[in-house]
């Protein structure tokens, strides 16, 4: 059974950086495109930065466009979000997901497995 395992998320200042990790594990697909989403209390979770299986296709919601930078491993287990820059409305659960396919997209419903989530808080 396919597991999104996360980790690295925690409180910090305003300002200050996190990494967040999440790896992939007994995974059945040859490739895949992951994403990391998010959701705050009373929100929807929304798309945040997503890689696709060669790499060479990211992309960025604008909140996290010159902020965070999403990478991988060389081999394509783990997927990386380094958050900079944090400012109070980036606190939120992080969710990793992963996509059937080579492909990324920005749409919830494309994903078709999801990490159990990880708390980020940012303290003004």
């Known amino acids: 059974q396919l597991e999104l395992v996360e980790s690295g998320g925690g409180l910090v200042q305003t300002g200050g950086s996190l990494s967040l990790s999440c790896e992939v594990t007994?995974?059945?697909?040859?490739?895949?495109?992951m994403a990391w989403f998010r959701q705050a209390p009373g929100k929807e979770r929304e798309f945040v930065s997503g890689?696709?299986?060669?790499?060479?296709?990211?992309t960025y919601s604008i909140a996290a466009q010159g902020r965070f930078t999403i990478s991988r491993n060389d081999m394509r287990t783990t997927v990386y979000l380094q958050m900079n820059k944090l400012v109070p409305e980036d606190t939120a659960v992080y969710y990793c997901?992963?996509?059937?396919?080579?492909?990324?997209?920005?749409?919830?419903?494309?994903?078709?497995?999801w990490g159990q989530g990880i708390q980020v808080t940012v303290s003004s």
């Open positions: 997901a992963l996509k059937r396919d080579p492909t990324v997209s920005q749409i919830r419903g494309e994903y078709d497995y």
């Open positions: 007994r995974t059945p697909f040859l490739d895949y495109g």
């Open positions: 890689i696709d299986w060669s790499g060479d296709f990211i």
